[in-house]
């Protein structure tokens, strides 16, 4: 296992070589899903350097305002009566 998170604030990087603890010493920007991260081992035994890429793979849930867009477009494309008893089973 390379990256865990350990609650929703933290994110740890461990060697790849003897699974220690690692240390992000900076990062370099590679595209707006894509960063580069160069880290350190600090396990004294092994002192590993190496670079690792952090990216977004897909969304879990799409932000809100896509989902709304996405929602309208949906609603839009059925016929009106359809629309029309979704709506009104929404205000009930
Ligand atoms: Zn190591």
Known sequence: MLFICRDDKEMRVYCPHCRAKALVRSSQFQSDTVRELYCDCT????????V??????????PPLEKMNGMLEEMLRALP???????????NR
Not at 80 to 90: C, E, G, K, P
Request: glycine share 0%.
């Open 80 to 90: 009106h009566d359809q629309r029309q008893a979704l709506i009104s089973n929404f």
């Open 43 to 50: 396990n004294s035994k092994c002192l590993s350097r190496f």
């Open 52 to 61: 690792m890429s952090l990216s977004h793979k897909h969304d879990v849930q």
